[in-house]
């Protein structure tokens, strides 16, 4: 399938990989809205909350709070922001199932509505791992 988190997945595209289970999986986006942002999707292809299954969207859904709770050790946010976007119409870019987890700082001006804008890899590769080595 011509799908490119199922690549992730697989391995046949790089990522910076914080988390994985048998079902779920969570890695560094690479046009960060803030520092640590990530993305938590299901290892089994659906396009949106109208398509996952259910034992899918609760597995993520576990993933998702594990991921925070990590978030919040290694990085001590004020707040994080998880969001999820369904169909062109709500600017899903990538078809296949995933809930964004942005972590959030006072006063720190990040604005959801901003176009994509590459990351410093060095820096996204540094505060993954520092993620993943808080679960
Ligand atoms: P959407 O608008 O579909 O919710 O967001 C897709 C997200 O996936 C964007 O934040 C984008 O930066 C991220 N993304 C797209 N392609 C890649 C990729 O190849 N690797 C990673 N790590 N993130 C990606
Ligand atoms: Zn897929």
């Known amino acids: 399938m011509d799908c490119i988190f199922c690549k992730i997945i697989a391995g046949q595209i790089p990522s910076i990989k914080i988390y994985e289970d048998d079902r779920t999986f969570a890695f560094m986006d690479i046009n960060p809205r803030s520092d640590g942002h990530c993305l938590v999707i299901p290892k089994k292809h659906a396009v949106t909350l109208w398509d996952i299954e259910d034992d ?4 993520t859904m576990v993933t998702l709070k594990k991921v925070a ?3 919040r050790k290694a990085l001590n946010p004020d707040g994080i922001t998880s969001f999820q976007l369904n169909g062109k119409a709500a600017n899903q870019l990538v078809d296949h199932y995933h809930v964004h987890l942005v972590p959030r700082w006072l006063n720190d001006g990040v604005d959801m509505r901003h176009g994509l804008q590459p990351g410093d890899m060095e820096k996204i590769k540094g505060l993954g791992a520092k993620i993943a080595a808080a679960f």
């Open 56 to 59: 899918e969207l609760r597995v």
């Open 69 to 71: 709770l990590a978030i």
